[in-house]
């Protein structure tokens, strides 16, 4: 029980980030979804709660680097799986993907890839 | 030398391998480079070299599972390093994402997620 709870907890942290992106904006519109190395289910579940509980008509997932290939499984699986039926690929160019230089700490110009996938409610 | 004959050769094989994906098609408008864990160069430079020595009008990069993130990392190098200016993603619809099923050697069913993105000279 106290495993399930903190497991609850956990979901609740992740959600909670995720909607303080754009704290600027009240619309529900407007989800992002980070990628990182949390337990996956937790992304899945973030991206369907999205849709579900939140009421979002769009929610953006968005990756850097290594956990681009991580961000399409998150996708897949949510709309697959758990979604299937009630959301789709915003269409056209739901999907970006780019890459930014940035500095790292030891003074070093490092360009990472990141990818941006829109899922749309139906 | 040797080494640097080595190397070359390894690109060729590589070359020679994206090319017979479609023998059936003579046409140099559709060539095909599956990212897999090769070194990275290699996949660079087979884009490359599909546009500039092999006059292709457009390269499709694909990758499964892990090597998506790899795959976006080759076309963006290639686009903005080696070829800036010269190519670019196809619109609308230059990246598809999606996921197959299959039966791995055990028998189970695995899914994987696999993405095609689309470089058009421009």
């Known amino acids: 029980m106290f495993i399930l709870t903190l497991l609850f907890l956990g ?3 992740g959600e909670l980030k995720m909607s303080e992106d ?3 904006n009240p619309s529900k519109s407007d989800q992002v979804v980070f990628i990182g190395n949390k337990p996956f289910m937790n992304y899945v579940t973030g991206v369907v709660m999205q849709f579900t509980t939140q009421g979002a008509n769009e929610v953006v997932v968005k990756a850097r ?3 681009i290939s991580r961000a399409v499984d ?4 949510a709309r697959n799986r758990f979604l299937e039926g009630q959301v789709d690929l915003k269409a056209p160019e739901g999907i970006k993907v780019g890459s930014e230089e940035f500095e790292n700490k030891e003074g070093k110009q490092i360009r990472v890839s990141f990818v941006e996938i829109t899922l749309v409610k139906k």
Not at 74 to 77: H, I, R, T
Request: aromatic letters at 8%.
């Open 22 to 24: 754009k704290p600027e």
């Open 65 to 67: 680097g290594r956990f």
């Open 11 to 13: 979901l609740n942290e």
């Open 74 to 77: 998150v996708v897949e699986v």
